[in-house]
């Protein structure tokens, strides 16, 4: 499964890159706004360091304006996703996208049905909210498991983006359902890789070794 980090902070992008586990970022209008900076700018500076899929979203709601936003994007620098919300609009954004072969990563997914249509008009990622499934009292995993079955029943390409990821659990879970990637916020991945097992083993070899010594 692949990593992508879910956040437009480049000081954390930065950080967490080192660990060279990093394959690509998801941004939304609110990850943006929260840095308060120039989209554009960010996102670029987003490119220069991760040599992976960035996704980057569109901020209009009618087809033909977010189809203009998506091109000027996808003419920024190669590796731009173009993020369109799973609505009517972003459909048809999404169809006339793929024609003139953008790469599309389609937001907003809750559904099974809305995950099929994106890949039956040729979506390159879609992108289940597993967090905000969870908040509405469904469960996020079940619908990432129907999703997963329904693109493997037909061989779609599609590959399926685990978002609003807001535990490590959720990670593990999309990792054991097949998920495709899971796009994970700093906050969480800085907790993935820690177990305290870890920590408290490695003080008592130090200790042990340190005392034979004296
Ligand atoms: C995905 O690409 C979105 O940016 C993100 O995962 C949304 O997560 P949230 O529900 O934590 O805002």
Not at 70 to 75: A, F, I, V
Not at 84 to 93: F, H, V
Request: overall charge negative.
């Amino acid at each position: 499964m692949k990593f992508y980090l879910d956040t437009a902070d480049i000081k954390v992008i930065k950080e967490l890159n080192q660990l060279a586990l990093v394959d690509g970022v998801t941004t939304n209008p609110s990850l943006i706004a929260k840095e308060g900076v120039d989209l554009k700018e960010r996102i670029l500076e987003i490119c220069k360091e991760i040599d992976g899929p960035i996704s980057c979203e569109v901020l209009a709601t009618d087809h033909k304006k977010m189809v203009e936003e998506g091109l000027e994007y996808h003419s920024w620098h190669k590796n731009i996703f173009v993020k369109l919300p799973c609505t009517d609009e972003g459909l048809k954004a999404l169809k006339i996208l793929k024609s003139k072969d953008v790469k599309v990563n389609m937001t907003l997914v809750f559904s099974p049905m809305q995950a099929l249509a994106c890949a039956k008009l040729g979506a390159d990622f879609v992108s289940p909210f597993l967090g905000r499934l969870d908040d509405t009292q469904s469960s996020g995993l079940e619908i990432l498991e129907q999703i997963i079955q329904i693109y493997e029943n037909y061989d779609f390409k599609t590959q399926v983006l685990a978002a609003s990821i807001r535990s490590v659990d959720h990670v593990v879970n999309s990792a054991l359902l097949g998920s495709d990637i899971a796009t994970i916020s700093p906050k969480v991945f800085k907790k993935m890789l820690k177990h305290p097992l870890t920590d408290i083993g490695l003080a008592k070899f130090l200790e042990d070794y340190k005392n034979s010594q004296k």
